[in-house]
Each structure stands twice: as C-alpha cells, then as structure tokens.
C-alpha cells in the first residue's frame, strides 16, 4: 500500500502558527521530492511549497504567498515532511495536502500538481481573522 498521512490541522487566530506533518509509508520511497499544495473554497488547488531529495536534507523552494512565513522540512529516516507555518493570515485558510513524486531527478523540485504520483487526503487549516 502506498499512503501519505497529513496532520496538524487546526483552527487558530491570524498571527498563530501551525505545524502540518505528512508521514508517508507503503512504496513512498524516503528518496521522493515533496510538496505542499492548498485549496480554498471555491478555488484551485495551489502550489505552497517543495522540497527536493538530496543527501543535505533537502533543498526548499516556496510560494511567494508563503515565503518569509512557512518553513518545509522533511526527516528522511521517519519519511515525514513537514510545514511549519507561521504568522497566519486569514488567506491562508484551505485544505492543504502533502504530495510525493518517486522517481524523480536527484535534488529536483516539482511545483505543478501534476508531477507528483502520490497525495495525502488533506488536513484542514483554517485561520480566523
């Protein structure tokens, strides 16, 4: 079975900060790249931030909506990525869902929906104004 867990979601007042996890099991391959996305009500999924395989933790790469606040991470030996938001706004309330792409270039980064092969069900984050 091939699975990624999002955790950490939760309700919380603008300026609070959050940390999701995404532990991946089954065929995840701790060498995958990863990835954040959120989706709004009403809106599109997006790109919030990546995470590429290396063997110095991972090279970051973020949305400018998000970049200065959230943090990616990951922990190749539990195969866990996290993010670590902080300073929420309001706008940064969706769903947001943890992504996996296997088999990918060395130390690549991927922010397209589409290049990632495996997802998480999502956890929820909504902040209150």
């Known amino acids: 079975q091939e699975q990624l867990v999002e955790s950490g979601g939760g309700l919380v007042q603008a300026g609070d900060s959050l940390r999701l996890s995404c532990a991946a099991s089954g065929r995840t391959f701790s060498s995958a790249a990863k990835g954040w996305f959120r989706q709004a009500p009403g809106k599109e999924r997006e790109f919030v931030a990546a995470?590429?395989?290396?063997?110095?933790?991972?090279?970051?790469y973020y949305a400018d909506s998000v970049k200065g606040r959230f943090t990616i991470s990951r922990d190749n030996a539990k195969n866990t990525v996290y993010l670590q938001m902080n300073s929420l706004k309001p706008e940064d309330t969706a769903v947001y869902y943890c992504a996996a792409r296997q088999g990918g270039t060395f130390d690549a980064i991927y922010t397209t929906a589409r290049e990632y092969d495996q997802w998480g069900q999502g956890t929820q984050v909504t902040v209150a104004a």
């Open positions: 995470i590429s395989f290396n063997w110095s933790g991972g090279r970051p």
